[in-house]
């Protein structure tokens, strides 16, 4: 290969405004759709596989044929995809205890990337979130590394089950309906200071290797294909440019044989503002271990940045000959030389009938019930199905995007019933309630209202706005929007169950004793009925927390096992009901 062929496979690239003749012409090695980047609004099936076909031939006309590999952030179902299943963020996962769900989501996930042409997803996040106010909190499964490690069970559901005597450390993959892994974000991205993304984690190798690092070696054992590196920094140190542990740790001790990538931009921001200096951010990239770089737009830079630092021996023949190999090795493993190209035949898995009943018990299985019934002799849940007339109100009962989160279409996700296909929590209350039972539907209720109108019960459903990234972390954790003037308007006039939909805890102590039955749902995603299955009783709560819910924000940090423990309900809290049976059903 020549140098220019071997920079090629290090360099990915944004498919917005990529074509095959430029993939052809500078021998790039992949692509990638971030979040919120489709062929078109609502693209087909077929939109993708022709753009990511147009792509392939673009590869495989150049001398050595190399085929691309086409990423995205398939986080929570492949999730940019219009119609596309959307299961519940991983904050919601870790809550079900379910390894094996993890895994049958992970194998519906790869089915529904490989319809769109798509062989790569960035995921599992195995980020020990310390911290809820950090913004991508509800990506992380847990704050406590033991959930996280069983969550890898997402690396085999991506990329199948490796077999038994694969070589420690080699990337697998099993085939045409299996999709590369890509464990991320490496090292102790939920471990900042107040949560601040990006920012910088502070803590000792012990607490590191101990809390933060656990979930590699689980990926690593299982064959995951990618680590994807994080913004942030250990000590000061950015990780985009830890030779120690990207090199000496992840690729020696740990044995990892798979490529290791940037984040977006991430070798941009090793310096401060970023890409000031990006000759020194390319150079302290590849020599830490980086093998390829998410650029994703200034290609011709990297590619010209990297090929004079090689050829005036800032960086050495042997680490751009380790990362190619890296990176042809992943893609023979997952078939790219035999198929290259994409087709329909899977375009029937895109939100197909089954994959949308595991999500929806996902969602049953992710509810945590954490109050019901101002005392135990009077639970208010399960709700009876029939009654005179019931109220849902709250900004999140109605809204599909909301109940979706991030990472939904767009990157920072979106309100509103049109931008996929799913059943919002109130579509699913009207449909498990009797035919006799009136439901009154109001977005913002007012106290006279409620006063006035006699409910036998209310169905409060509140929280969070979607976000991605920076644009979630949030000092105060209150409940925004009009979540608590509703909460104050219903539930001081009717009996009420509040129905949180948030990406993380949220402070909710001071209005507690106004509410009757109060439910952690996290970010469900398209299959809203899955809340109404388990507030109605067709399945009990089994849910636990998997993060610890404050009382106040000025107690944060806190995890369980801390001195001075004192949550509002602790980690591996959550409340049990029995399913009622109902005979004829
Ligand atoms: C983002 C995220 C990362 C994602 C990548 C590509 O900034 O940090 O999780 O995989 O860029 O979208």
Known sequence: MTLAEKIGQMTQVERLNMNGDIIKNYSIGSAISGGGSWPREKASAKDWVDMVNEFQRGAMS???????????????GNNNVYKATIFPHNVGLGATRDPDLVKRIGAATALECRATGVQYAFAPTVAVCRDPRWGRCYESYSEDHTIVQQMTELVPGLQGDIPSGQPQGYPYLGGKTKVVGCAKHYVGDGGTVKGINENNTIIN??????????PYPDTIRKGVGTVMVSYSSWNGVKMHANHDLVTNYLKGTLGFKGFVISDWQGIDKITYPPHSNYTYSVEA?????LDMIMVPYNYVEFIDTLTDLVEKNYIPMSRIDDAVRRIL??????????NPYADLSLADQIGSQEH????REAVRKSLVLLKNGKNLTSPLVPLPEKANKILV????????????????????GMSGNDMT?????????QSSVDPSTEVVYRQNATSEFVKTSKFDYAIVVVGEPPYAESKGDDMNLTIPLSGLETIENVCNNVKCVVVLISGRPLVIEPYLSKIDALVAA??????????????????????????TWFKRVDQLPMNFGDPNYDPLFPFGFGLETKPISVSGH
């Open 62 to 76: 150049t001398r050595l044929g190399i085929p691309i590999i086409f990423g995205i952030d398939a986080v929570h």
């Open 205 to 214: 190798w012990d607490g590191l290797r101990n809390i933060h690092m656990p």
């Open 285 to 289: 990239s590849i020599n830490a271990g």
């Open 329 to 338: 090795r992943v893609k023979f493993v997952a078939g790219l030389f035999e």
């Open 356 to 359: 949308r009943e595991l999500a």
């Open 393 to 412: 109100a709250g900004t999140h009962a109605d809204d599909l995007g909301f109940q979706c989160g991030g990472w939904t279409i767009t990157w920072n």
């Open 421 to 429: 296909i799913g059943t919002t929590i109130l579509n699913g209350i």
């Open 522 to 547: 996290w970010l469900p995603g398209s299959e809203g009925q899955g809340v109404a299955d388990v507030l109605f009783g067709d399945f009990g709560f089994t849910g636990k927390l998997a993060r």
